[in-house]
């Protein structure tokens, strides 16, 4: 079993409302790997993924009721059974 040097980690918490949904981590195997221009690509994808997930989860579970509305600008995810 081979091992990978980690240089650096990023942990982006995934909320919607007041709710955790799930965490992404990223890893980076290259010395200073991660850019500004990654946290601002992370921070814009995060909430969008979030809602995602949620609703996927809430689909999954049987439950429809929605928690977040998307405001202008978001992405509005819609989903049927």
Known sequence: M???LVYETVLVPL???DTLVAVV???TAAPEGFTADH?????FVAPHLATA????V????GR???????GPGEL???ASR
């Not at 946290?39 to 921070?43: E, K, N, P, S």
């Not at 997930?53 to 996927?56: F, G, H, N, R, S």
């Not at 809430?58 to 579970?61: L, Y």
């Open 2 to 4: 081979s091992s990978v």
């Open 15 to 17: 909320v919607v409302g």
């Open 25 to 27: 981590t990223l890893y």
């Open 39 to 43: 946290a601002r690509l992370v921070h």
């Open 53 to 56: 997930i949620d609703a996927a």
């Open 58 to 61: 809430r689909i999954q579970s």
């Open 64 to 70: 429809r009721e929605t928690v977040h509305q998307p």
């Open 76 to 78: 509005r995810l819609a």
